[in-house]
């Protein structure tokens, strides 16, 4: 089973609909992060969760939020989806501290806001 | 702020010939370097990493190494194959709390 599942893989939605993607992961990490991907631009950041009680803003946080449920879930909901939200979005994990530590990504959710 | 600047794609290649993605970057400080490779429809994973000055990453056959006096972290590779196809992206974190940097990625087509 993969360590960091996104759900849905897949989401088509409406101008105005209020839609949340979730983030579930089995590495037992305490940082969760989650990203947009637009072609061209790479990777923005929209928010970031060191533990459950501490969550930041990323550089494109406008128009997003998140929830961290729990260690292991990390939610971003787009209150009213707009068509330039449509994009990948990534969610990651790290395990602590270490300015070596590594990410690892879940496989993604393509989004297209109609 | 930290920055991360790559080389702008597509790169298209022949199987077998040598790659070499450029990236600098500009922080305070004395970050560590990543990159992280995107294959088709997958998330990112990591490919290899370096901490210091003239560290030399290396992994599956690519490396990079990191020099301090041009803020270069320049990945390679001898030998490139079909299935090193995928988008790289190059990355810097600072010590402490402080999230990954991303370039904004590579685009690398091998043909046969």
């Known amino acids: 089973d993969a360590d960091v599942t996104q759900t849905p893989r897949n989401r088509i939605t409406k101008t105005g609909k209020r839609i949340m993607l979730e983030c579930s992961q089995t590495k037992g990490h305490d940082r969760m992060y989650w990203y947009r991907q637009d072609p061209g631009l790479g990777l923005q950041l929209i928010y970031y969760?060191?533990?459950?009680?501490?969550?930041n803003k990323g550089e494109i946080s406008d128009g997003y939020s998140v929830s961290r449920q729990a260690q292991a879930k990390f939610s971003l909901s787009l209150e009213s989806a707009i068509p330039n939200q449509t994009a990948l979005y990534f969610c990651?994990?790290?395990?602590?501290?270490?300015?070596?530590?590594?990410?690892?990504f879940g496989p993604g959710t393509r989004l297209l806001v109609l | 702020g930290d920055s991360v600047t790559q080389m702008e794609g597509p790169v298209t290649l022949s199987e077998e010939a040598f790659l070499t993605i450029n990236c600098t970057y500009t922080?305070?400080?004395?970050?560590?370097l990543f990159w992280y490779v995107q294959y088709p429809g997958e998330g990112l994973q990591l490919l290899l990493k370096?901490?210091?000055?003239?560290d030399k990453g290396s992994n599956k056959g690519f490396e990079a190494t990191y020099r301090k006096e041009t803020t270069s972290f320049h990945l390679e590779k001898g030998s490139v194959q079909v299935s090193d196809s995928a988008v790289y992206f190059c990355a810097l974190r600072k010590a402490g709390n402080t999230p990954l940097v991303f370039g904004k990625g590579t685009r690398l087509s091998v043909i046969a």
């Open positions: 990651a994990t790290s395990p602590g501290t270490a300015q070596l530590e590594t990410q690892y």
């Open positions: 969760s060191f533990d459950v009680k501490d969550i």
């Open positions: 370096a901490t210091k000055a003239d």
């Open positions: 922080a305070t400080g004395y970050p560590s």
